[in-house]
């Protein structure tokens, strides 16, 4: 086969402008179209304005949530997940009880034991009100984080682990023959294959994870959810805030989701 007919194959398999605009795709973005115009003609947005810095301070706080839980999860992740797969016995046991208790409970209840109960037992013990402590445990934010850095532990825990598992073996014995330590073989070879075989499966729980963050409001956390419920309940307007809602959980969805995959075509071992 000639390289002119390879390339005419070529230019007849790409979409050209013809084939995307057709008649029913057409249809679509005009009905979408439509949609957005009578969302912003006809519903009521004056109220953002008086609201936009509460909404600014919840989405901060509900990205905070998000990334400092995440990080902090993803760091247990790694020892909870990599023993599963090395021992000892005992450890690996324990690891594979957290994962299947934690994953086995809705965050909902986790979230309200450690706030509801852990948190009311605290204020008993005249040492801890008086510690430095006390400042912080009082709050509710504590209680939140520790809730969504427990669950993303267990779930990514489990990724980990079949990562870790799924790096071919035939690598590490290249680097033990090279005269690697077991660390640094490790740090340079089995943890970034690793994470590199997890970070399609990490987007989605971090995806998750940010959909998880509105259920710390239920124990009076302000986030970009919490602001929403108040102006429903200041307003009176039931719709628009829900929508608003919506969009920012979306827009944020989408940067997380190109943050990735922006990732995953820096990691050298790609092709590998």
């Known amino acids: 086969m000639s390289e002119q007919t390879i390339s005419a194959m070529a230019l007849t398999e790409l979409p050209s402008k013809q084939s995307f605009f057709k008649p029913h795709r057409i249809v679509l973005m005009a009905i979408a179209a439509i949609l957005v ?15 936009s810095g509460r909404l600014a301070y919840g989405v901060g706080v509900t990205l905070l949530m998000l990334f400092s839980t995440a990080f902090i999860g993803f760091l247990l992740a790694v020892p909870i997940g990599l023993v599963q797969v ?3 016995w005992p450890l690996k046991m324990l690891a594979k009880g957290f994962c ?17 109960g852990l948190g009311s037992l605290f204020p008993q013990f005249p040492s801890i009100r008086s510690s430095f402590l006390w400042p912080y445990l009082r709050e509710a934010w504590p209680y939140g984080v520790a809730a969504l850095t427990i669950s993303f532990a267990a779930y990514e825990g489990e990724v ?8 071919p073996r035939g690598e590490l014995e290249a680097a033990r023959a090279y ?7 490790f740090r340079r070879i089995w943890l970034p294959r690793a994470v590199h075989r997890a970070l399609p499966t990490l987007n989605g729980e971090t995806v998750l994870q940010l959909k998880s963050t509105p259920l710390v409001a239920t124990i009076t956390v302000i986030d970009v ?3 929403i419920s108040k102006v429903r309940q200041e307003t009176y307007i039931t719709y628009e805030p829900l929508l608003l809602l919506a969009l ?4 944020l969805t989408a940067i997380l989701v190109v943050a990735f995959r ?7 071992t790609r092709g590998a």
């Not at 980990?160 to 790096?167: E, I, K, N, S, T």
């Not at 920012?248 to 827009?251: G, K, R, S, T």
């Not at 922006?262 to 050298?268: A, D, H, L, Q, T």
Request: with cysteine; aromatic share 24%; charged share 10%.
């Open 225 to 227: 959810y919490a602001v």
């Open 248 to 251: 920012i959980y979306l827009c």
């Open 262 to 268: 922006y990732f995953e075509s820096k990691i050298p």
């Open 160 to 167: 980990m682990r079949g990562a870790f598992a799924g790096v």
């Open 37 to 51: 115009f009578c969302v912003v003609w006809f519903m009521r947005w004056d109220w953002v304005p008086r609201y």
């Open 100 to 116: 299947t208790v934690i994953r086995g409970t809705p965050l909902l209840l986790q979230l309200w034991l450690l706030y509801y």
């Open 179 to 185: 005269g690697m330590s077991p660390f640094t073989a």
């Open 86 to 88: 090395t021992g000892p």
